[in-house]
Every structure is written in C-alpha cells, then in structure tokens.
C-alpha cells in the first residue's frame, strides 16, 4: 500500500503528532510529570464568581448559548456546566440553568442531577432550577432578562454558542450586578463578550475548559500535546512566509510531496 501524492509529509507529521499524544499520555498515566498549561483567567475565576454567590446568598445563572448537540461549542458547556453544579453541591448554592434547545435541556437537567448526587447532596437538588425558557432566539433572551431582574443572580456564566443575544445577556447581568464570566468560539461576538464580561474565554479556551477545570492528567497530556502540534504549525507559517518572501519555494516543495 502507498501513499497518495501528494499526502506523503502531512502522514508523517500526523504520525509524529499522534506519537507525541500517545508519549504524553502514557507518562501522565505513569504519574511522570507534564508540562503545565498556562492559566486561564475565566476558568480560575470560576470559583470566585461561586464563592461571592453563597457569600451573598444569591444564585448562579449559567447558560450553555443556543445551539445543539452537535455544535461543539454546547459540548464544551456542558462540560463546564458539570462542574460548576459540583461546586454549588458542595457550598449549597442555587444553581440556574436555562436552556434555548429542547435536546439540551434535558441533557443540562440529568448532568446538574449527577453532579449533585456525585457530591452526595441529591436531596439539595432542584429540578424547576434547570429550564427550558424557549426554542426561540429572542424569547429566550427576554426569558433570561426577567430571570436576572427578579432572581439577580450574583454570577452569570455564558459559554456556549452565542449569536446577537449575547449583549442582551451581558448587559443585564451587568444591570444586575453579577460577576461575569463568558466564553464563545463564535468569533463575531466575542468582541461583545469582552466588553460586557469580567472574564472571557476566547476561542479555543472553551474547549480546554474540561482538561482544565478536571485537572485530569490524561486530558491535560492531550492538550499539552495538542498545543505543541499547534506551535509546529505557526514555526511552519512563518518559515514559509520569510521563505516565499525572499523567492524560495522549498517549503511549498516539501509540503506538496
């Protein structure tokens, strides 16, 4: 069996690539020490904005965006909703969780659900706490409104997919005086986020946030492996440019084989 042309460098590096997963993995398994990940401010934030919200009595609000199960991003949400629901077990913290997508709000209710059972606090835990407002855009922003001016959560916590509801979202939050953290891959409205939030996660941040949150050596193995894929890449770039700039096409030569 041969290599397609063409393909032949772009196998080898994916070889190479899937090598130094398996290299990181292995030595995280065998308790051998990896490199660290630097700190995401918006997920070390989030036991602050619990924190403040059982100091005040009050409840978090989180919502996973509006898109559906099979858009990465509600995914990644649901990850960090997982956690954020331990953590209200475990300091007896309300806990809102609104959902836009009839597919998600059930899988949202039984994560809160486990969460809180695997905390050993299933009794604490409030079914009409985790809602489904509307499948609709702009109903469902209205539904959040008024839950953030009648409960004034004193944390807001958006990660997800957002389209033109997310300054509605940050802006009352900001109304209501809650600490914000935010986080999107929708790249037009990140700029919106970042305005209105305390804290955002940008991009690729959000998918991080399960290694990151779990402190699971195998998870964090993989994305440090990751990142080093993604540093080839830019080294790769730029050799590329500085080389197609002063004439050479060598690199384009070596990536076409």
């Known amino acids: 069996m041969s290599i397609v042309s063409g393909y032949s460098f772009a196998f080898w590096v ?4 899937l090598a130094a997963v398996i290299v990181m993995i292995t030595r995280a398994r065998g308790g051998i020490k990896i490199p660290e990940i630097y700190k995401v401010a918006g997920l070390e934030a989030m036991d602050e904005a619990i924190g403040r919200c059982t100091e005040m009595g009050k409840p978090v609000h989180f919502s996973p965006g ?3 199960l099979q858009n990465a991003q509600t995914l990644a949400a649901m990850s960090i909703l997982g956690y954020v629901a331990k953590q ?3 300091y007896d913290t309300d806990l809102i969780a609104t959902n836009r997508n009839v597919i998600v709000y059930p899988l949202s209710e039984e994560i809160v659900k ?3 059972a695997e905390i050993g606090k299933l009794d604490s835990f409030k079914p009409d706490n985790v809602r489904w407002i509307s499948d609709d855009q702009f109903a469902y922003a209205t539904g959040v409104t008024g839950i953030m001016f009648r409960e004034k ?6 990660v997800g997919a957002f389209w033109a509801e997310s300054l509605i979202f940050a802006e009352v939050g900001s109304i209501a005086g809650a600490i914000q953290i935010s986080g999107t891959a929708n790249t037009h409205q990140i700029p919106f986020f970042v305005a209105a939030c305390d804290y955002c996660l940008i991009g690729e941040e959000l ?3 399960s290694a990151y949150l ?3 050596p195998v998870l964090l193995a993989s994305l440090v492996a990751q990142d080093w894929g993604k540093m080839v890449g830019v080294v790769l770039i730029v050799i590329g440019t500085i080389m197609f700039s002063v004439g050479s096409d060598s690199l384009k030569v070596l990536l076409s084989k």
């Open 66 to 68: 509006i898109g559906d």
């Open 114 to 116: 486990q969460s809180y």
């Open 88 to 90: 209200c077990a475990r």
């Open 14 to 17: 994916e070889l190479v690539y």
């Open 153 to 158: 959560p004193a944390a807001n916590i958006l």
């Open 214 to 216: 779990s402190k699971e």
């Open 207 to 209: 998918y991080a946030a």
